[in-house]
């Protein structure tokens, strides 16, 4: 049962075959045992009183497709009642007096939630070793990396803890950890799901978004979660497609675009190999390659690390331990009060990161770093939109390489970085992208999956999706699960 997908858990529960109540503890049961440290507040009573709820609803007839699947959410978006803490000591203690939106609407839906999901610490990471409350295990092999900061969301999926999640991505966070848990992940548009209630990291490149076992799975629960939200001002006002309408479409005439950036020296040949073995699919299905390029991306990486920090330097101001979040125990003043309860609250990458997006905003600096680094966002935008001439979906890695070794970059903030390399740039140009698992490293990373990403034009989420559903109906990667 813990294998299905969201759609076969959903017809069984339609056909009274099984109960939430007994789904939700089916899962619980496997939480409860499991090692990963994949999950930050587990609350059996919460998630049985949602799935009790559920049951009445299905067994008055009032159900909808998703009444009593279970989920489980990245501790980046707020939930009443349970903890969040975006995988910090500052909100260690954090109770959220309301929902996000993406929560709201799925508890509208009647999923239960299996709980709240570790995360790098306010989704600043790569390995999800950044966590104020421990790194999580890639549940393929457990000296690995998850991938970050949706580490949690990602190795949950992947061990059949939770049939799906929700999860953020900034400059990867979806794409990255998914292709490293060898499952599915899509990042939309950004504007296209609401942010109200998503704990800020950088604004204009934070974009909710679902990680699942297939491509089907995740067009059913983006279509629940997209659309116009009065309460964030960047959300989109614009109707959401019917993403699972046009799943199984042919792909004959699909221009498939190869940014010849992202297949250069960088790239592992164990990561390239099944990349090109997956377009080889692609082609067979009847779409067409074609050779583009994306002449920015070695600036993408610069480009983001002043933006992202600068944005995050701000968003993070709030956390000042007046109004809620840690406060130091001992302090003289006011001032005193701050700088410890910041200095003790923040890990290293998250005050690294207020220190420099502090400096690149302040006087003297801001044109230099900040307004260069938004020219060049604007060049990085230009080029997809020139390769979107030439192609439908661009394809290409997720990462250049498997999951490394945990521990192996935790005081190497430059590799976790540079490791972004080919996921930063869609974030900033707000395009969507997903990844899709694709085959597996060589040698001593016989374990460690590889994905595909897949990167669409503005609102393309049903074309991605479309591709992407094809190629699971023709091979059996989304399949596998660890042991
Ligand atoms: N790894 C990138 C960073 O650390 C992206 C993280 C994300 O997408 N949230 O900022």
Not at 12 to 34: D, G, M, P
Not at 78 to 87: E, H, I
Not at 353 to 358: A, D, F, H, S
Not at 444 to 457: C, F, I, M, N, Y
Request: with cysteine.
């Amino acid at each position: 049962m813990h294998t299905k997908t969201i759609s076969a858990l959903s017809a069984l529960l339609q056909a009274k075959q099984v109960s939430a109540t007994e789904l939700a503890n089916l899962y619980l049961k496997r939480i409860h045992a499991s090692p990963l440290n994949a999950f930050l507040d587990v609350n059996d009573e919460l998630t049985l009183k949602q799935a009790a709820d559920a049951d009445a609803k299905l067994a008055a007839g009032n159900a909808g497709p998703l009444t009593g699947v279970p989920i489980a959410h990245k501790d980046i978006f707020v939930t009443k009642g349970w903890r969040t803490t975006a995988g910090s000591k500052m909100l260690a203690n954090y109770v959220s007096p309301f929902d996000a939106t993406v929560v709201a609407k799925l508890n509208d839906a009647g999923m239960v939630n299996l709980g709240k999901l570790n995360c790098d610490e306010f989704a600043m990471g790569s390995a999800n070793e950044n966590s104020a409350f421990g790194p999580v295990k890639n549940p393929w092999d457990l000296s690995a990396v998850p991938g970050g900061s949706s580490g949690g969301s990602a190795a949950a999926v992947a061990a059949r803890l939770a049939p799906a999640a929700t999860a953020t991505d900034t400059g990867g966070s979806i794409r990255q950890p998914a292709s490293f848990c060898g499952v599915t992940g899509i990042k939309p548009t950004y504007g296209r799901v609401s942010r109200y209630g998503m704990i800020a990291y950088a604004s204009s490149l934070d974009q909710g978004g679902i990680i699942a076992q297939d491509a089907k799975d995740c067009a059913l629960l983006l279509g629940a979660i997209a659309g116009f939200d009065e309460k964030d001002s960047t959300s989109m006002d614009r109707p959401v497609d019917d993403y699972m309408a046009d799943l199984d479409k042919p792909l004959e005439g699909l221009r498939i675009g190869l940014p010849k950036e992202y297949f250069g020296d960088g790239l592992s040949a164990e990561v390239e190999g099944p990349i090109r073995e997956a377009i080889k699919v692609f082609e067979k299905l009847g779409a067409t390659t074609v050779e583009i390029s994306l002449k920015n991306t070695d600036l993408c990486i610069p480009a983001y690390y002043v933006i992202a920090p600068a944005e995050a330097s701000s968003n993070l101001s709030r956390y000042d331990g007046v109004r809620y979040g840690f406060r130091a125990e001992h302090y003289t003043d006011i001032q005193d009060m701050y700088r410890k309860s910041r200095s003790q609250g923040f890990g290293d990458e998250v005050q690294r990161r207020i220190l420099v997006g502090t400096y690149v905003l302040s006087h003297g600096y801001y044109d230099a770093y900040y307004i260069q680094a938004q020219r060049v966002r604007r060049l990085i935008a230009n080029d997809y939109k020139e390769a979107f001439k030439q192609c439908d979906i661009i394809m290409g890695p997720v990462a250049p390489t498997v999951a490394w070794n945990l521990g192996d970059r935790v005081d190497d903030p430059v590799a976790n970085y540079l490791s972004d390399i080919f996921t930063i740039s869609t974030n900033l140009a707000g395009l969507p992208g997903m990844s899709i698992p694709c085959g597996f490293g060589q040698g001593e990373h016989a374990k460690r999956p590889v994905g595909l990403q897949l990167t669409g034009s503005w609102f393309a989420e049903a074309k991605l999706l479309n591709a992407a559903n094809r190629f699971q109906q023709v091979t059996d990667w989304h399949q596998k699960a660890p042991e």
